[in-house]
């Protein structure tokens, strides 16, 4: 009995070990980074969520003009534009703010209200994706890639 239970548990940990994706470079750390790379897959997130809205909005007004309803597209794409929204946020979190920012003192003004400023700016993008998963609304979209810009000047400004 004990075997087999530890024969389910290690198949169990197999599998979630096999499913499970890596949204962000590792947490080692190990030091390797793309920051370049890391913001034109934001971008590109960004546009497969607006892409998704988009299509989103013509199959509902497709519906409602009495045009039968394509159920399973629509599903599809609002699960495509939750998993980019995620994914856009994962980076956000897990890359930016966990290992590329740093705390800064309050006596070094400058460091500090750039410190400020760009946290400021990631959690305001994942306030923004969390309402690009909710809704269709493409006002969104727009306000993070102004964020988006915006982060990325700072954080790149005397790199």
Not at 32 to 47: K, S, V
Not at 58 to 64: H, I, K, S, V, Y
Not at 88 to 96: L, R
Not at 106 to 135: C, F, I, N, R
Request: net charge neutral; hydrophobic share 40%.
């Amino acid at each position: 009995m004990k075997k087999m239970i530890l024969a389910l548990t290690l198949g169990l940990l197999a599998v979630g070990s096999a499913t499970r994706t890596a949204l962000t470079h590792c947490q080692i750390p190990c030091g390797i980074y793309d920051d370049p790379a890391r913001f034109t897959e934001m971008r590109e997130h960004l546009t497969t969520v607006e892409k998704s809205m988009t299509v989103i909005n013509q199959l509902a007004a497709e519906a409602a003009n009495g045009e039968t309803p394509n159920v399973n597209q629509m599903v599809r794409w609002v699960n495509n534009k939750e998993e980019h929204a995620d994914k856009f946020s994962e980076i956000v979190t897990h890359y930016f703010m966990t290992q590329r920012i740093k705390p800064a003192a309050a006596e070094d003004q400058a460091a500090y209200g750039k410190y400020v400023k760009e946290v400021t700016l990631l959690h305001q993008m994942l306030v923004l994706s969390m309402k690009a998963k909710q809704t269709t609304d493409l006002a969104h979209v727009q306000a993070l890639r102004t964020l988006l810009k915006d982060f990325e000047t700072s954080y790149l400004a005397g790199k």
